[in-house]
């Protein structure tokens, strides 16, 4: 990147033209600037103050090195109880076990913090409290090393303390900079959706609808997903006469969305104190299967690499 002051364009009058050239200038009206920027090709013309906010952003891109942005999958309950949580938590586990970094968001700030289902709610590091004033950018490297780091992946959590309401704003930058370092960035959606929520949907690459194969669960599904996209006049979608026993095609096709997998029920997950390991931990089982076989064909889509 080369920044170029509008008193020395005529310095750089005649060099070979390359990218990354910034423009920079202090009037808007005056004329001259814009015959400089002719000459010399940059890719950019800003002027101060008012561009000082687009001019940081990509300082610090440079600064960080950033590349290709995290590939963002958030997951979500078709209704409580679903096991979202555990799959999300399942999801980011295997994502570094292979080797990607990884963070686990938690978005739910009333669901306990995805910290207590890793095993390390008393572990040092931030938690989303901490980032409730965070405007503008956020250093993604900066943000990584303040979080909690477990099971070689780091961990975005709620604390037990107050419910503190962190701005969109605040959800946003924190986010962003979470993509800018690369990898995978796993996301434990609520139920709910309110602003916070819509800055996270607004920079998913894709979202898991975890559904039992259940009718109520499917009618609660076929609402989440109308409330977040937008459908509408869908009622002749709802499910009506059901046989018991829904199978995973069944249920993709009332809701209405392609079908991620199947995941059959893990009995280590269902004992009363669980397991010692994270969901997923072992690399062995059903649940850690479908996490690997997503990951494998997620990242072959997205055009990245394992």
Known sequence: MVLVGDDAARRVRGSSRRRGVVLVGRDQDDSEVWKRAVRIGPDHVLMLPDGEQW???PIADVAEGVGRPALT???IGGRGGAGASTLACALAVTSAREGLRTLLVDADPLGGGLDVLLGGESADGLRWPAFA???GRVGGGALEESLPELHALRV???DRGDCVAIPPQAVRAV???ARRRGGTVVVDLPHRLDDGVAEVLAQLDLALL???AELRAVAAGT???RRRDGRTGRQDRRPRTLRPGLDDQEVARLLDLPLAGEVPVEPALLRPLGSPKPPAATGRGPLARFCLDFWERALAEAGGTR
């Open 55 to 57: 001019l940081v952003d």
């Open 73 to 75: 999958v958030g997951v």
């Open 133 to 135: 004033a965070s405007r």
């Open 156 to 158: 975005l959590s709620w």
């Open 175 to 177: 986010l962003a900079a």
């Open 210 to 212: 975890v559904v039992p």
């Open 223 to 225: 609402c989440r997903v």
